[in-house]
Each structure stands twice: as C-alpha cells, then as structure tokens.
C-alpha cells in the first residue's frame, strides 16, 4: 500500500517521539507489570476519544490522527518536562504503542486490538 505524505510525515514523527522516550521508557514498559497496564488504559482512553471525539476518524490512518493527538499533548510542554513515566510519558508511550499497531489502518474499538505487553 502506498502511504501518502501524510501518513510518512506521521510515521516519522511518531519515530521520533518513540526516540526521545528511549530505551529507558521502553524497557521499563517491558518489565513493569504496572506500568504496562497503565499505558494500556491509557491506550484505551486515546482510542477511545479519537474515534468517538473526531469525526471522520473511522476513514483516516490511524499514524495520522495519533500523531496529531501527540503533537497536541506536547503543544505547549516545554522539551524536558517530561519523563517515560510521567502522566504525559505514559500517555505518549500509549500514543506510539497505538500507531504501531494500526499503522495507516483505521482504529478500531475492538477490545483486543491491543495484545498483551511481554
């Protein structure tokens, strides 16, 4: 399938975003039952209000609208107000977790669209 622009500039921001979490971020998420958990509520509650908040959402990459959700979260956080394990980190975690599992497919609310963290 060939990506629009959108969906390219989406991927690469995610990327990046998914940098700065780190590998820190990352492997704290693999070995903290808690922390999984955490981002995976909060997984649910970034789905949630992307497909029932955004009209149109259901037809859109869901890199696309998980990007621009980020961007949002991060518009007036100055570089380093956050940690992977802050309520933003989390969040942020959740938003990069979501856009690697869905890509440019539609989100869905499917209750196992999100497998297990090992």
């Not at 060939?2 to 991927?11: H, P, Q, V, Y």
């Not at 998914?18 to 808690?34: C, D, E, F, H, N």
């Not at 959700?69 to 979501?98: H, I, K, N, Q």
């Not at 497919?105 to 669209?113: F, M, Y």
Request: net charge negative; aromatic share 6%.
């Amino acid at each position: 399938m060939r990506a629009t622009w959108r969906e390219k500039n989406a991927r690469q921001w995610i990327s990046e975003l998914s940098g700065r979490i780190g590998m820190a971020g990352w492997a704290a998420l693999a070995v903290t039952p808690a922390l999984a958990a955490e981002v995976d509520q909060h997984a649910a509650a970034v789905r949630d209000i992307l497909l029932l908040g955004v009209e149109g959402a259901g037809t859109v990459g869901a890199v696309v609208l998980l990007a621009a959700y980020g961007r949002g979260l991060l518009e007036d956080v100055v570089d380093g107000d956050w940690t992977p394990t802050s309520w933003l980190g989390v969040r942020l975690m959740a938003v990069c977790r979501l856009a690697h599992l869905h890509d440019v497919k539609p989100l869905t609310d499917d209750v196992h669209a999100l497998p297990e963290l090992t």
